[in-house]
């Protein structure tokens, strides 16, 4: 009863950000984001709600949602931790930078920690590449990454 109820408070909130939007004609992305940021992820029934109030197929909803990295399908952690594997970064370290997360969490890029708490991504590139090599967690940019901050980030994101 809990979820079921949490989810029409979020589509209700999700209603009303659309309503606000004066033009909704290219709103798509901006909509997905902050269906995202509700949700936490776009599960279909998401998708199809944007598709409806905004009036277009539900194709190009998902089309948006599976060509942006940004966008996920699926439930992710608390905290999701991205390393860039540019040429800039994977130059620097990346790849043990990434060697050390998949080691500390006991997870391979694109899966979940079972207590929900991190999810492990990679991304092509941040567009940092003067701080190569990159790794975020969330919304956070850590530049200059090596392999001996991992426990120092893990730590900070143990609540």
Do not use: W
């Amino acid at each position: 009863m809990c979820c079921k109820d949490s989810n029409e408070k979020f589509f209700k909130e999700l209603d009303e950000f659309i309503e606000n939007i004066p033009d909704k004609q290219g709103a798509l992305i901006s909509v997905l984001h902050k269906a995202q940021s509700i949700f936490g992820y776009l599960p279909q029934d998401v998708q199809k709600f944007v598709a409806k109030k905004l009036d277009i197929p539900v194709s190009k909803v998902n089309g948006v949602v599976t060509f942006y990295s940004y966008f996920t399908e699926v439930p992710t952690g608390k905290y999701v931790i991205n390393i860039c594997m540019g040429t800039a970064c994977f130059v620097k370290g990346s790849g043990d930078v990434l060697g050390e997360f998949e080691k500390r969490l006991n997870i391979k890029v694109g899966q979940t920690t079972e207590d929900g708490k991190y999810t492990l991504q990679i991304l092509r590139c941040v567009g940092a590449c003067g701080l190569a090599p990159v790794v975020t967690v969330n919304d956070k940019v850590y530049g200059h990454f090596t392999k001996q901050l991992v426990d120092k980030v893990l730590d900070e994101y143990s609540e």
